[in-house]
């Protein structure tokens, strides 16, 4: 299977300190988005990437929040300086712009759950 | 502004039993909509979806939706719930070739035997 894959899958950190999350989006997919998912609530655009650039950051939660995409592969979300407030499931998706098919759709990972003590 | 209201937080059906998920949208022009479904510890999966043309849209699983622009829905259906459909629903809508989706709350859907 070569779906969109996240890691770690579960974080488990201390107020302060600063975490990094990992995607691998399907490979040949050119557009990557970063979300975030509270309890009871639907997932909350934060970030996407148009090959390695990154085309909307303005809903990124904080200054805390920052992600790269530097080969236009992979893509890492890091928050810094975590607050309990942070506490949450972030998802990354994955969609190829400008082909045929299947396009405009966007193909999910597990996701990251990362609880902030 | 762009918003999605799922009114039904949680909704409870017999196994067999026919199938009713509202979703509501505010947009401007023609929006692109989603239904997604989430299992526990699984990743959203794409139900289906509609772009233009016929209304009445076929998605995976048996389930189909169909797009009243005249009432800003665009309503789940499944005829025969199955145990296995038990999971959370999630509407979106989108614009600009799918960049940005905004997203329902979801609706949690329990299946009783």
């Known amino acids: 299977d070569t779906g969109v894959s996240q890691d770690p899958r579960h974080k488990i950190t201390k107020r302060g300190q600063n975490v990094t999350f990992r995607c691998d989006p399907i490979s040949e997919h050119n557009r990557l988005y970063w979300y975030r998912q509270t309890l009871g609530q639907g997932p909350e655009f934060l970030t996407y990437?148009?090959?390695?650039?990154?085309?909307?950051k303005s809903r990124l939660l904080s200054d805390r929040f920052s992600a790269e995409r530097p080969k236009g592969s992979f893509s890492t979300l890091e928050i810094q300086r975590t607050e309990q407030g942070d506490s949450a499931m972030y998802l990354c998706?994955?969609?190829?712009?400008?082909?045929?098919?299947?396009?405009?759709?966007?193909?999910f990972g597990p996701g990251t759950r990362l609880t902030v003590l | 502004a762009q918003s999605v209201t799922q009114p039904d937080i949680h909704i409870t059906v017999s196994e067999g039993a026919s199938l009713e998920l509202r979703c509501n949208y505010s947009?401007?022009?023609?929006?692109?909509l989603f239904w997604y479904v989430q299992s526990p510890g699984q990743g959203l999966q794409l139900l289906l979806k509609?772009?233009?043309?016929d209304t009445l849209v076929q998605g995976i699983k048996g389930f189909e939706a169909e797009f009243k622009r005249s009432q800003s829905s665009f309503n789940l259906r499944k005829p025969s719930v199955h145990w296995s459909d038990a999971a959370e629903y999630f509407c979106a809508v989108g614009a600009d070739s799918n960049y940005q989706l905004i997203w329902g709350a979801g609706t949690k859907l329990i299946i009783k035997p």
């Open positions: 990437f148009q090959n390695e650039a990154q085309l909307e």
């Open positions: 998706a994955s969609t190829l712009e400008g082909g045929g098919g299947s396009t405009d759709t966007q193909y």
């Open positions: 509609y772009f233009s043309g």
């Open positions: 947009y401007g022009a023609t929006p692109y």
